[in-house]
Every structure is written in structure tokens, then in C-alpha cells.
């Protein structure tokens, strides 16, 4: 089964390629059509308008214009307006409320959905995903397998199933997983499909397979074109062969499609690394600014912003500062990763690396966090654990983001552990 996508992607690439505009509609706004004019032959129809929501909730995904989700909010008032308090609306507003981020509320509506139908499926998935979100991966983990008894090998439960094993550290296992959901996903439903070719590609992308992962992502933007999350992904891997300046154009059309601050602060980074510095300076300043106006909100770049303060700003109190808000509403592993992160920064070696620790028990294989987990210990003078989280990133992933700075510092505490040694 390993690699089986890539073979998949390669014969769909040669057998069936679609020029960027040749589709009318994507998926989403066929449905919304359809929905649309079920409402026109049936006004009074709630489930028309559910579905008018749930399509406008889909099409938020295809872009990453989270307006789309104010549209659904209002589809479905004129559901609750017809059939109050009606099951498929109540489920549809909980996928709005994780596309909003608001994971707490979604969570706190899932449980009540399941508790008054214990045999739905898809709120079982409600239940992984906000559970997930909030690091609370035990319960995540127990509603995924229940997908899977109640309808065993459904596309929803598959993904789901997934996304755990990845965080978990089984990268193979969720690859298997994934390349099941897609040969199972109906051709005509493009964006799921460019959906599991772009996180195949991203987990091929994670442990330094980059020429499978650019094939899948050929894939992607064939099925989908202008996929902002393909954009991002390849950019990855511009930015893994040092191809700087492909990198800032893919990141630009990224961001001009979903003008988001975490995909500011992302092309900022990348202009850095290009060379255009005073681009870079002027991208992260705006990126700051519209990043702080958001901060209060579910929907926010906080993680970007502790990232910033700490290794641009040279700001690692506000860092801390906002870290410790974030880690209040979600405990997730990346959460926890910027919040060790930002402890560090400030001189809390020794709760950094509790912070860091929780994260990596959850099993997350992820050069970055093994990186700063190499970092943080090594500042609470445990040579030996920073010696071999540096060599568990590097060995993951050789192409990193962070394996400049990892190899240096590895070559570092090498060299002082050989002068030890002679001494």
C-alpha cells in the first residue's frame, strides 16, 4: 500500500489533465445552484436551506474565505425559523462552528447531538475533530473508532483516523489510510480528492520525500487549480530545495487568494529567506498588525504571533503573554509546541520542557518540535536529550525548515562532547 497515491497521481496526471478554468463550478457552488433552487420550488423546505448551509460551508474550505461561513449562519436561521431546533441543521451548525474555530462550543454541540442520536456518524466525527483541536486526544481517538464500527472503511472515519495517526506518529498509517479514502471518493467531488493528495503530499513533505510530494501536488492543482493549500505545500518544497524566490510567488498567490495573517506571516518568513528583507520587514508589520486585531477571537494567528515575538520581534514577553491565553482555550500539540516555545524565550527552561514533553508523548513526529524540544532541554543542561532530539529531527526530515540550525547545533554539542572527552 505505501506510495500507492503516488502511482494513483501519476495515472490520473497522464490520463486525465484539467486546464486551470476549464471547470465551470467546483463542487461547493454546484450545490449551492442545487440547494438554491430547491428553495425556489419549496420555500418552506428547512432541509433545502441546511443544505444551502452546508454547501456554503464547504465552499469556505475550497476557498478559505471564512465569509462563506456567515452565509451558512444565515441559511440555517431560516432553517431553525421553519423547523426549530431541527437535527440536521443543529449538526450542519457545528461544522460551521469548526470551520470557525470556535472548537469549545462545537464540542459542547456535538456531545448533545450524540447523546440525542448515539448512532450518527458524522457527529462522531464532529466529536474527533473539536476533541482533537482542543488536545483532547483520548476522546478523539475513542469517537474515530466508533466511526469505523458503525460503518467500517466510511470516507469521513478514514480521514479522521488519520489525522490521529499522524499525530501519533504512525506517518505510514495515516498515508495507508488516506490513499484508501481517495480510491473511495467519487471523481466528481474534485476538491476532497485535492484535499487527500495535498495531505498525502504534506506527510510525504514531513519526513523529506519531496519528489513524491511534488507529484501528488501536481495532482492537487490539476484536480483543483489555484488549491491554496496545494499553493502553500509546494511552496514547502521550494522552500526545502532553497528555490527562494518560487517560494514568495507561490506564498503571494496563496495569500492574495486567502489574505489570512498566519499566510502573511508565512510569506513574510519566505521573503526573509529570499533576500528581499525590506519586503520581509514590511510583511511582518502588517502581518502583527492584523494578527493582534484577531487575537480575541476563536479564529486566530496567535500561534503565528508567539512565533513572531519570539524569533523576529525579540519580544519573548508579549510572546509568553499571548501563549498563555492560547493554551487556555486549546492544548493541542502545536499550541503546546509555541507556548514551550515562548517559555523558553523568557528563561522557564524548566517548564518549557514539562510543556514540550507533553507534546511529544502524544507521539507528534515533527522535525520543528524536535527541534525546540533539542533546544529547551539543552537549556536545563540535559545534553544528552538535546543531542537526541536533534538527531531525530534531522533523521525524520534532513530538509526541514529548522535542519540548518539543527545540524549547526548538533555539530556544536559534538564538538564540545569530544573536547570533554580528551579532558
Known amino acids: 500500500m505505501k506510495g500507492s497515491i503516488v502511482l494513483v497521481a501519476l ?27 430547491a428553495i425556489e420550488a419549496n420555500p418552506k423546505d428547512h432541509q433545502a ?7 456554503f460551508a464547504r465552499r469556505a474550505r475550497e476557498t478559505s474565505d471564512t465569509a462563506f461561513y456567515d452565509r451558512a449562519g444565515e441559511a440555517l436561521k431560516e432553517s431553525f425559523l421553519i423547523a426549530p431546533g431541527n437535527f440536521e441543521g443543529r449538526k450542519t451548525r457545528v461544522w460551521v462552528l469548526l470551520g470557525r474555530h470556535e472548537f469549545a462550543q462545537a464540542l459542547e454541540e456535538a456531545r448533545k447531538l450524540n447523546r440525542d442520536a448515539p448512532d450518527d456518524l458524522m457527529v462522531y466525527g464532529f466529536l474527533v475533530d473539536a476533541n482533537a483541536e482542543l488536545g483532547n486526544y483520548r476522546e478523539a481517538e475513542e469517537a474515530a473508532q466508533w466511526m469505523l464500527d458503525l460503518r467500517p472503511g466510511n470516507i469521513p472515519g478514514l480521514t479522521r483516523a488519520a489525522y490521529l495517526r499522524e499525530l501519533f506518529g504512525d506517518i505510514d498509517g495515516a498515508v495507508e489510510l488516506l490513499d484508501t479514502a481517495y480510491r473511495r471518493t467519487p471523481p466528481t467531488e474534485t476538491e476532497d480528492r485535492a484535499w487527500l493528495l495535498t495531505h498525502v503530499a504534506h506527510l510525504r513533505l514531513s519526513i523529506g520525500k519531496m519528489d513524491e510530494a511534488e507529484k501528488l501536488l501536481d495532482a492537487a492543482l490539476a484536480l483543483f487549480p489555484g488549491y491554496h493549500y496545494a499553493l502553500a505545500n509546494r511552496a514547502k518544497v521550494r522552500t526545502a530545495q532553497r528555490r527562494y524566490p518560487e517560494a514568495v510567488e507561490l506564498l503571494q498567490k496563496r495569500y492574495r487568494a486567502a489574505p489570512h495573517p498566519e499566510n502573511l506571516f508565512v510569506l513574510a518568513e519566505a521573503l526573509e529567506l529570499a533576500g528581499r528583507g525590506k519586503e520581509s520587514k514590511a510583511a511582518f508589520t502588517e502581518f502583527e498588525k492584523k494578527a493582534r486585531q484577531e487575537m480575541n477571537g476563536a479564529d486566530n494567528a496567535n500561534r503565528e504571533l508567539i512565533f513572531f515575538y519570539t524569533d523576529h520581534a525579540q519580544r519573548p514577553d508579549e510572546a509568553l503573554r499571548i501563549a498563555r ?15 514551550a516555545w515562548a517559555l523558553s524565550a523568557t528563561g522557564s527552561h524548566a517548564e518549557a520542557r514539562r510543556q514540550i514533553e507533553t507534546a511529544l508523548a502524544v507521539g507528534v513526529l515533527d522535525a520543528k518540535i524536535l527541534y525546540h524540544a533539542a533546544v529547551i532541554t539543552f537549556r536545563t543542561n540535559d545534553r544528552k536529550a538535546a543531542l537526541r532530539h536533534l538527531q531525530r529531527s534531522l533523521e525524520l526530515n534532513p530538509s526541514s525548515e529548522v535542519a540548518d540550525s539543527a545540524r549547526k547545533m548538533l555539530a556544536r554539542l559534538q564538538r564540545t562532547g569530544e573536547k570533554r572527552k580528551r579532558t
Open 11 to 37: 495515472l490520473f496526471l497522464s490520463a486525465s489533465p484539467v486546464v486551470a478554468g476549464e471547470a465551470a463550478f467546483s463542487p461547493a457552488e454546484q450545490r449551492i445552484a442545487w440547494a438554491r433552487k
Open 325 to 339: 491565553v492560547e493554551i487556555a482555550r486549546r492544548r493541542d500539540v502545536h499550541t503546546l509546541d509555541a507556548c
Open 49 to 55: 436551506y441546511n443544505e444551502l448551509a452546508m454547501a
